[in-house]
């Protein structure tokens, strides 16, 4: 562990955003991690894309559950609310919250073990209820925290530091994504900020449920060769499908595309998410298509990344509810406690 | 680009900012460490190496190595590192015993210096231990040259200097105080294997204009009277006095008039405030004096009543300067065509700058002068074109400062050695380097990593009215240990180099991550003008270098930027492989008879 603090200073040219904020103001504490751990750098790229999209801090709140992933929280956005949740209940959380405050903005972080195995119910669940967020799985396809256990993303054949073969079969959190009904899925490597930061940034932006696997390695516990998460191995065979250019909808579009080359999705807030084309006919507005290229390449041994789905007419929660739309510290007493005689009237209404 | 060469020393020294940019390469941050760690002798004796005086330039050093510190470049001030220096020089024990000692036997070469300021002592103080029989031979009374002659004694005590100018002469040099050379020729003739003029400037410039003449008796050459009120001499001034001139030497008359009974003291220049010579710190110290600093102001003529044989000054008039810009775009200071300017005064100090002369030099003896009269001097041998002189400091290449002075008397030394040895003067020796890596535990490091956020401390000062009442009181308090520790801290350790090593790295990112400075970059390679633009943080310093490493496995260049690194080892410590180590850099000059490897 690091036991200085990070130096205040910083590097006098470095940019301030429309806030007049430095990328320096939304870091958090100096990480405890592992040295070379990936969860530091899906940290950093956290820090770079809320700088990038001009976020109040105070507009944000990060929930995680347990694990080396759940307690990257503490390592950015140290002006940001923050809930960290017991094992695997990140998920039910976060919705507790999202319905009590719809004006926050929702930052789910979580790894394999806290998602996959334990809290992979609770997981399932946000999805398909639709909760307004991001989540961000970290994967390292091991428990990191308790030591490097494989993990229920884990593939099947792949080795265990000590040599031991995994047998069971993994389980495949984007697949699992798409099924129930996130509007928003990408895959991505810690290792690859130019691809990750922007995945984030549109994640982020989206309305309804946004997902981001971002394979992570574990620097400690699973970086040997035989490892399918390390970071040798997610080198060799990561295939990018496209990449993305996040377009806020004040920012002028400069990068120049051939016709054909990129597709344009514009999210319900204004902003465009534009996408390179890199393998040639994937379009990520097709759910079915994509599910079906994602097994195949899964099959042929790729590990696929970008930007595989986004629904660009996608609702979130409190539209299926039905809710309010201010959020419940901001209504009067009467309105939140109408009294017994309100109550009195609804309960008539149900006998 | 190529892969860095950390193997020659000039990479690494270039980064210790404060070190590369000394004349005398004074370890900087070593010293400051050991400050910090509150070993003052030990401190002492590192500058004492390099720069001969540190008591003495800890209080009037030109300081190069301020605006030089990358301190200044992450924040807005440098370290203290001048004051620091007195710090080590007021606290230290008594160091006699560490100093070096001339042997009881010579080693049959004799060494004739002319003059002894501080040029002339650093030849010695390198000669003397190695057997060299010195002379030296000074006009003046005492030893130092203009530390003792033109610093006032409110900037730098007196026993200051004899302390100091007493380590030098203590090593059994042939001291001929009050002896002045007057031909060179005569000097030759006599048995010296090899002859170091160190004679300095001595030539204060006049001001031929109207009324210099007739008002003669008021108006004095800055210089001159500065060397007169230091031999007590002269002991008061009018109660108005005029300083003309921009440098250090104005400053330090309208300071010393302060204390010698001038009340109205005012500083007249002809350019800017900005373009004043002074540096500005002398400048906020006369100004926090009550001295006022007038600019764009040309003096015209010197005013004066009475007649033949009894005149006595009035004023000076002055012509209205300003910045125009000619023709060719150039900008020239012109007069503005305003009416001039009339100031009373009872005293003129002319401090209009400073010259060299040589009258005692005859040109014929094989010793070439150039168009200005200056005489041609090797920049790096100091030999003359008379293969037996040498020179160094103000002599050699024209006014400087203390430090420039010790610089060439270190290279001096060195030629004179081998040449009396009959060795190439041309080859000079390599400096001496160590480097070690400075990790003791996983997250532990044998120097301090920890970065202050202090801003810069000030000296503490004397009370302005007391200050003021006399000459002899020194104004400056100096830090005391707690002050000085304070300031330590914000040194950033320039010389615990960043080490990288290509087959170790992983390219996990976590050095990348963790830089509060932006520093690191992993990118394809590519030219270097092209790589500056593509880094984290664009790298626009191009007086600083790129430390780009070989190819790693992703086909990229690891690319770091020396200029802003706060040398923290923040890099080192997030890194799982041990590819960034902190190696502390140590480089010493190879003085004259030292061996160039081992200390
Ligand atoms: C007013 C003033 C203030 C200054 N303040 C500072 C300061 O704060 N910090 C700083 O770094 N520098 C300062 N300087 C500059 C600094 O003093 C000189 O650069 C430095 O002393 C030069 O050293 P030197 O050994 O070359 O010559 P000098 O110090 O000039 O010494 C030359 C010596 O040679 C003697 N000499 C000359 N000719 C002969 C001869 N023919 N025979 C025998 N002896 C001879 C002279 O008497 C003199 O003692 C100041 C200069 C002035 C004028
Ligand atoms: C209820 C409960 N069961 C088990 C644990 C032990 N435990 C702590 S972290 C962890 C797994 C974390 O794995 P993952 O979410 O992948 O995080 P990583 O450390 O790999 O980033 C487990 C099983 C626990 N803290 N709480
Ligand atoms: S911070 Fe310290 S080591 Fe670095 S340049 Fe300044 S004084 Fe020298
Ligand atoms: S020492 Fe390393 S982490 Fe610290 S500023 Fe320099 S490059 Fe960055
Ligand atoms: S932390 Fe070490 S291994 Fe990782 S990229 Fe930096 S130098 Fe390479
Ligand atoms: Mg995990």
């Keep these: 562990m690091t036991y200085i603090a990070k130096p205040r200073l910083h590097h006098p040219e470095l940019p301030k955003n429309a806030l007049g904020f430095t990328r320096r103001d939304y870091e958090g504490r100096v990480s405890t991690l592992c040295a070379g751990c990936g969860h530091d750098s899906i940290s950093a790229s956290i820090v770079q894309a809320c700088f990038e999209l001009d976020l109040q801090p105070h507009r944000l709140a990060k929930l995680s559950g347990i694990g080396c992933s759940s307690k990257t929280p503490d390592y950015f956005l140290s002006h940001s609310h923050g809930f960290n949740t017991v094992h695997g209940r990140m998920p039910s959380v976060l919705t507790g919250a999202n319905l009590a405050n719809r004006d926050l903005i929702y930052l789910g972080v979580s790894g394999d073990g806290d998602s996959a195995s334990i809290g992979l119910g609770q997981f399932a669940h946000s999805i398909r209820r639709g909760v307004n967020m991001a989540y961000i799985v970290e994967n390292n396809g091991v428990y990191g925290l308790t030591k490097g256990q494989f993990s229920a993303t884990s593939d099947k054949g792949s080795k265990s530091k000590k040599g031991v073969v995994n047998t069971d079969s993994a389980i495949d959190m984007v697949m699992l994504a798409l099924q129930l009904g996130a509007t928003y899925v990408a895959r991505s ?3 690859d900020k130019a691809q990750l930061v922007p995945l984030i940034k549109g994640a982020i932006a989206h309305r309804g449920p946004a997902f981001i696997d971002c394979i992570s390695p574990c620097i400690a516990f699973n970086n040997h060769a035989g490892s399918t998460k390390s970071f040798d191995y997610v080198r060799e065979h990561n295939e990018a499908v496209n990449r993305l250019d996040y377009i806020t909808g004040r920012a002028p579009i400069h990068a120049a595309y051939e016709p054909g080359e990129t597709i344009e999705v514009t999210q319900h807030d204004g902003s465009v998410l534009k996408l390179r084309k890199v393998a040639a006919d994937y379009d990520p507005r097709d759910r079915i298509a994509a599910m079906a290229f994602l097994q195949e390449r899964d099959a042929a041994g790729e590990i696929v990344t970008g930007l595989l789905h986004v629904d660009p007419d996608s609702h979130d929660l409190h ?12 209504l009067p007493d009467d309105a939140l406690v109408p009294g017994s005689a309100a109550l009195e009237k609804i309960n008539g209404a149900l006998r | 680009m190529e892969p860095t060469n950390t193997e020659a020393p000039e990479y690494f020294h270039k980064v210790v900012d404060c070190q590369w940019a000394c004349p005398a390469h004074t370890p900087v941050p070593e010293y400051i460490r050991l400050i910090a760690a509150g070993r003052y002798s030990d401190a002492y004796m590192v500058n004492w190496k390099s720069n001969v005086f540190p008591g003495i330039l800890g209080r009037t050093c030109d300081r190069p190595c301020e605006p030089a510190c990358r301190r200044g470049r992450v924040e ?23 100093l070096p000692k001339a042997p009881e036997r010579k080693n049959g070469f004799r060494v004739a210096c002319v003059g002894a300021g501080p040029a002339s002592l650093a030849v010695a103080r390198d000669l003397a231990p190695l057997g060299y029989h010195v002379t ?38 042939d001291m001929k105080y009050g002896q002045r050379i007057e031909s060179l020729k005569a000097l030759l003739a006599e048995p010296y294997d090899a002859i170091f003029v160190g004679s300095g400037a001595p030539r204060g410039r006049d001001l031929d204009v109207p009324g210099r003449e007739e008002a003669r008796a008021n108006i004095h050459i800055g210089i001159d009277w500065l060397s007169n009120v230091s031999f007590g001499h002269i002991e008061k001034i009018g109660k108005r006095v005029i300083v003309l001139g921009g440098g250090n030497t104005a400053m330090d008359c309208c300071r010393t008039s302060r204390r010698l009974g001038g009340e109205d003291v005012k500083v007249i220049v002809r350019s800017g405030y900005d373009e004043m010579k002074a540096s500005p710190w002398e400048k906020e110290d006369a100004q926090h004096e009550g001295i006022p600093i007038l600019n764009f102001l040309a003096p015209k003529a010197f005013t004066y009543e009475g007649t033949n044989g009894s005149t006595r000054l009035t004023g000076v008039v002055f012509q209205k300067m300003g910045w125009t810009t000619d023709d060719k775009g150039k900008r020239r200071l012109l007069p503005t065509g305003e009416p001039d300017q009339h100031f009373e005064c009872d005293d003129v100090l002319v401090a209009i700058g400073q010259e060299n002369a040589f009258p005692w030099i005859e040109r014929d003896v094989g010793l070439e002068f150039d168009e200005w009269d200056m005489p041609k001097v090797d920049p790096v041998t100091l030999q003359s074109t008379n293969p037996k002189v040498f020179f160094g400091g103000d002599a050699a290449f024209g006014p400087k400062n203390i430090i420039w002075a010790v610089a060439h008397g270190h290279d001096a030394a060195i030629s004179i050695d081998r040449f009396c040895r009959g060795q190439d003067v041309g080859l000079r020796p390599p400096p001496n380097v160590l480097q070690s890596s400075q990790k003791m535990g996983i997250h532990e490091w044998s120097y301090d990593n920890d970065i202050s956020n202090d801003e810069r401390h000030r000296v503490p000062l004397l009370e302005k009215d007391k200050a003021l009442s006399s000459i002899k009181f020194e104004v400056e308090l100096g830090f005391d240990k707690g002050l000085g520790y304070a300031e330590t801290q914000r040194c950033l350790n320039c010389d615990v180099q960043t080490v990288f090593s290509t087959p170790a790295c992983i ?47 992703t086909g990229r260049v690891m690319v770091k930027d020396e200029d802003v690194c706060l040398h923290c080892g923040l890099c080192a410590e997030r890194c799982p492989t041990g590819a960034w180590d902190m190696q502390k850099f140590l480089l010493d000059m190879t003085h004259a008879g030292e061996k160039a490897c081992g200390r």
């Design chain 1, 189 to 191: 490597f810690s290792g």
């Design chain 1, 319 to 330: 539209d299926h509810l039905g809710t309010v739309s201010a959020p419940l510290n901001r």
């Design chain 2, 76 to 98: 807005e001030e440098p370290v203290a590192i001048c004051r620091l220096k007195r710090v080590a020089a007021d606290n230290k024990d008594d160091i006699t015993a560490r």
């Design chain 2, 136 to 173: 030296v031979f000074d006009g003046d009374p005492k030893g130092g040259g203009m530390i003792r002659t033109q610093i006032p004694r409110f900037r730098l005590p007196e026993e200051v200097i004899d302390e100091e100018v007493g380590y030098i002469t203590g090593l059994g040099l």
């Design chain 2, 507 to 553: 390219e996990c990112d976590a050095c990348v991550d963790i830089c509060p400075m932006d520093c690191i970059t992993f990118t394809a390679n590519g030219e270097e003008s092209d790589l500056r633009t593509r880094l984290k943080a664009p790298a626009e310093n191009e007086t600083q270098d790129l430390y780009v490493s070989g190819t790693l496995p």
